[in-house]
């Protein structure tokens, strides 16, 4: 009969039930009558299925009790009493479990609760789901989110045991959110000592802490794999231990979004904070800080995924080998916008950054600075295929950049005021390596964007290849003889240099012997300017005259003219050149400023001197006024003095007559300059020649009053 009604059955019934008329009215008579009772079916199923209401409010101190208000569709579950769990218990609606300083604790090897699909499982208040170290799971140690969703607004999950999970295992489809409470301390998994993402799961993190998880594989706080998802809005993943991943761990396709939060304090031997195996990292903001990798990774190790920073700061992060802050092997790490890393330590290389065969890029404001390794403090580049591209204000420094055989800077748009990189290492020196590789039009003021750590190279803009680039060229290099200041310098940079003074000597100039100039030639500390060469610069000194005597008894003072009573004069005797004023109101000891230089007809001045025989130089900003004295001005000829040997006078005839020079020896004093006259030079007399003139002017003059009797 039931087939009879089927064939009889109009199709408009089911248009009725909403069904579509054309499925059924293409029906031969009987043929599918099997499968239209089965369609019957479920829609008397849909059409009659009333939803279950939600149970009232429950207290509960035992598990049976527990039991019977699930059970009963509670909607708030408030524990009163310590629990024993002695199965698991399965979530299939909505249920908020609370209590205030409770604990629930297990006697078997089974977790607390599974959530099942469309089951909705809220954990707040003050409870503790103590799992007491009972091994034997394999899915979350805790509670085991199997398509449903479990959130947590408060208490701990602690001291749980799974193979994958030991506090939380979210399964495909389920969610997992906390904004509250703890999954904290002695939850222990191989995989997601804390918490474990599996495909397609969904784990999100507003606030609360995972802290003092293990894995004895990876992800001692989070593990997220297989396209699971994680996103950390706020809260803190700390204090957790793994051997890779020691925070968090992501791998075989899953996601991982840092908004805000911290990493903090994990250790693993690598990736101490974040380990990132093939996937991808988002970090949009948050830190991630003070976490400790054995080998590599301190803050970050990416294993061939992808690293993204667009905000944020990764710093105090050690590692005892390799990248401080971060290692990239095979991977790519980009930092964009506002982000930075800093104060990373290394113990070997690569304080803040390590690159082997990967990417690194750094644009906007980002900044690597303040990390510290042997070698590349800031960033150490390894293998042929690692390249490390910039652009923007991006910054590295103050420590060095250490750039490995076949690796280079690659600059690909303009970079802006106080971008560059400071203190590059190379390992390879020779004249022509391409150390930045710069974009298409690039001027040679990137020469002043980066600096290089290697004291005789310098970097030069050379347009000879396909691109412009900088390479490697030899500084100009200056020694300097006679003090100190020798080393290697750009052209047009202004070098201190400083005379190192003898014993017995005193410094007379400098000279140089290709070029630059001097500040001040006379000055034994002062600033040369490097030429473009090298050059050699030597400073010259001279025999330091003698002290002066120090007197053994006090002083004696003067009253002269022109001087105050009980006070020293010095007097400038300039020995035929024009007044010097004397320097008075001295006293024992004191040094007095040096005159303007007197002038002479025909000499130059050579200097002042203490004695009339020229031989000791008075030097005016070492020597001491010892009493009253008197200084002479010594003179050079300027020109050949004029021949003495002759005198013209006219006789009494019309004719010119050359009478002999007086014979009177006309030899100039050696320790004297000959005075000045003025008629010119005198020659020193050593005798008085009037009575020889006196005679030849009478015989003279008697020749010429005789002749003109005549």
């Known amino acids: 009969m039931l087939f009879g009604v089927c064939k009889k059955r109009s199709p408009n019934i089911w248009a009725r039930a909403g069904m579509p008329v054309s499925l059924f009215s293409k029906m031969s008579d009987g043929s599918n009558c099997l499968w239209i009772i089965t369609v019957a079916i479920l829609l008397v199923c849909v059409l009659f299925t009333v939803p279950v209401a939600a149970g009232d409010p429950e207290e509960v101190s035992n598990f049976a009790g527990l039991q019977s208000a699930i059970a009963n569709n509670s909607s708030v579950i408030t524990i009163t009493g310590p629990i024993e ?49 009972l091994a034997g799971l394999s899915n979350g140690g805790g509670v085991y989110v199997s398509g449903g969703n479990f959130t947590m607004t408060g208490g701990t999950i602690c001291n749980n045991t799974a193979y994958w999970g030991g506090g939380v295992y979210v399964d495909v489809g389920g969610n997992f959110t906390i904004s509250g409470g703890t999954i904290f301390s002695g939850n222990i ?134 990248g401080g802050g971060v290692y990239v092997y095979g991977g790519n790490f980009s930092m964009i916008g506002t982000t930075t890393i800093s104060d990373n330590t290394a113990n070997d290389v690569g304080g803040g950054v390590y690159v082997i065969d990967g990417n690194f890029i750094m644009s906007g404001s980002s900044t690597v600075s303040g990390n510290s390794g042997g070698n590349g403090g800031e960033l150490y580049l390894f293998g042929s295929s690692s390249k490390f591209s910039m652009n923007d204000t991006a910054k590295i420094g103050p420590n060095s950049t250490y750039l490995n055989t076949g690796t280079t800077i690659n600059v690909t748009s303009p970079l802006m005021s106080g971008a560059g990189v400071a203190n590059i290492t190379p390992v390879d020196t020779a004249d022509g390596t391409i ?50 200041g020798t080393g290697y310098y750009l052209s047009g940079e202004i070098v201190n240099i400083t005379a190192t003074i003898p014993s017995g000597k005193i410094f007379f100039n400098w000279t140089s012997d290709h070029g630059g100039s001097f500040d001040d030639i006379n000055a034994s500390s002062t600033t040369f300017t490097m030429p473009d060469n090298d050059v050699n610069i030597t400073a010259n000194f001279k025999d330091k005259p003698p002290s002066p005597i120090t007197p053994t008894s006090s002083p004696v003072f003067s009253s002269g003219d022109g001087n105050t009573e009980n006070a020293f004069r010095v007097l ?61 001005a010594y003179w050079m000829p300027a020109k050949p003095a004029a021949v003495m040997g002759a005198a013209v006078t006219q006789t009494a005839t019309t004719q010119i007559t050359t009478v ?19 008629g010119g030079i005198q020659p020193a007399m050593t005798e008085a020649p009037s009575p020889v003139f006196g005679v030849l002017a009478g015989l003279v003059a008697a020749g010429v009053l005789m002749r003109r009797r005549d």
């Open 660 to 678: 002999p020079a007086a014979t009177a020896s006309a030899t100039q004093s050696t320790a004297h300059p000959a005075a000045e006259s003025d």
């Open 435 to 484: 150390i930045v590789h710069l974009f298409t039009g690039a001027s040679q003021d990137y020469e002043n964007f980066f600096t290089l750590s290697l004291e005789d190279k310098m970097l030069k803009h050379s347009t000879s290849g396909s691109q412009p680039a900088l390479i490697l060229a030899t500084k100009p290099k200056l020694i300097v003889t006679g003090g100190n």
């Open 572 to 632: 400038f005797n300039s020995v035929g050149g024009n007044t010097v004023p004397p320097a008075t109101d001295l006293s024992y000891g004191d040094r007095i400023a040096r005159p303007a230089d007197p002038e002479r007809t025909g000499y130059s001045f050579v200097g002042w001197y203490r004695d009339e025989a020229f031989t000791i130089p008075w030097i005016f900003n070492e020597d001491a006024v010892p009493g009253d004295m008197e200084l002479y």
């Open 85 to 133: 769990f002695t199965e698991n218990i399965s979530i299939v609606y909505d249920v908020i479990i609370t209590g205030e300083s409770q604990t629930l604790t297990r006697t078997a090897t089974h977790n607390f609760f599974t959530v099942e699909n469309k089951g909705n499982l809220t954990l707040n208040g003050n409870l503790t789901l103590d799992g007491e170290y």
């Open 189 to 322: 998994a191989d995989y997601g000592g804390g918490v474990y993402v599996n495909v397609g799961g969904n784990f999100i993190m507003a606030d609360g802490a995972i802290s003092d998880n293990t894995a004895n594989d990876v992800g001692g706080g989070v593990y997220v794999c297989d396209r699971g998802n994680f996103s950390m809005i706020d809260g803190m993943i700390s204090d957790n231990i793994a051997n890779n991943g020691g925070g968090a761990y992501v791998s075989n396709g899953g996601s991982f979004t840092l908004n805000d939060g911290t990493i903090s304090d994990n250790t693993a031997n690598n990736g101490g904070g974040v380990y990132v195996n093939g996937d991808n990292f988002t970090m949009t903001g948050g830190t991630i800080s003070n976490n400790t990798a054995n080998y590599t990774g301190g803050g970050v190790y990416v294993n061939g995924g992808s690293f993204s920073m667009i905000d944020g700061t990764i710093s105090g992060n050690i590692a005892d080998y390799h």
